[in-house]
């Protein structure tokens, strides 16, 4: 029992300085971050002032920038847990995978360390998204309490897609590869969702896929938490939007369970090439 407590305790400690080489980095390399928290403010401005008359609010019962902002949330912090798979196929290309191995330090530190630092890049846009949100006209109508809520499922969905951002990261080896691989998947995904409209406004096929898609739940689980829905809107169809939290949170121990363990076993291969 000690030494599994010192393996344990060893683990986290290299964790932790794995973490903290991380988001040296962000402080060292500000333009990650400058496009980083770009791309979020302009989806907000574009489909807010763009694209927002055209598109409407179709029977949601909230002003369109109110039901824009959760889905850029969701969107933003999909397509930020890339730079998970990316950091790591970078590091492996530049042989600073090579350098962790010589040193004595648990193997899972690196992959824990790298998912655990992109939280800190998911807040800081969280944030800047939440203030140009605020400039555009989105209100949270809840309590405080609530809305701290609907932030920490959106970043624990992110943490667990930077799981899988960082398996597709360990197998690709190439961070360029890894951009274009994630972006074939993560755009439809993000798209044929309650992101941006209104699950009813899509075709049959693509409406159930929308419906179940873990994607809308996380959106709408935030747009609950921030009270930027209408009590009058009809309830939706499906259990995953009903209970948006709950069905969330499944998703997030289920991709957990899965990639977490076979994240690591990816890094040991990789590292011993």
Do not use: C
Request: no cysteine; glycine share 6%; proline share 6%.
């Amino acid at each position: 029992m000690p030494d599994s407590r010192n393996a344990l305790a060893e683990a986290v400690g290299d964790a932790t300085v794995i973490t903290r080489r991380n988001l040296r980095k962000i402080v060292r390399v500000p333009d990650l971050l400058v496009f980083t928290t770009l791309s979020p403010i302009m989806f907000v401005l574009l489909f807010a002032y763009v694209f927002g008359n055209a598109i409407g609010t179709q029977g949601t019962g909230v002003d369109y920038k109110e039901f824009l902002v959760a889905g850029v949330f969701a969107q933003t912090v999909v397509f930020g847990a890339t730079f998970t798979g990316y950091s790591l196929a970078e590091d492996l290309q530049k042989g600073i995978i090579d350098r962790f191995r010589s040193l004595p330090m648990s193997p899972s530190s690196v992959v824990v360390g790298r998912t655990v630092s992109d939280i800190g890049i998911n807040v800081i846009s969280l944030v800047v998204m939440a203030l140009t949100g605020l400039l555009v006209g989105w209100r949270i109508r809840t309590s405080v309490l609530e809305a701290l809520g609907g932030f920490l499922v959106l970043l624990a969905f992110a943490f667990a897609i930077s799981w899988i951002m960082a398996a597709v990261g360990l197998v690709v080896r190439t961070p360029e590869v890894v951009n274009n691989a994630s972006f074939m998947v993560i755009f439809p995904l993000t798209f044929i969702a309650n992101t941006f409209v209104a699950i009813d406004s899509l075709p049959g096929p693509l409406a159930t896929f929308a419906n179940w898609n873990p994607v809308s739940s996380v959106t709408q689980a935030a747009r609950e938490l921030f009270g930027n829905t209408h009590p009058s809107a009809p309830p939706p169809d499906v259990w995953a939007l009903q209970h948006p939290v709950a069905y969330t949170l499944l998703w997030v121990v289920l991709i957990l369970l899965v990639f977490v363990p076979l994240s690591i076993r990816l890094y040991r291969h990789a590292a011993s090439r």
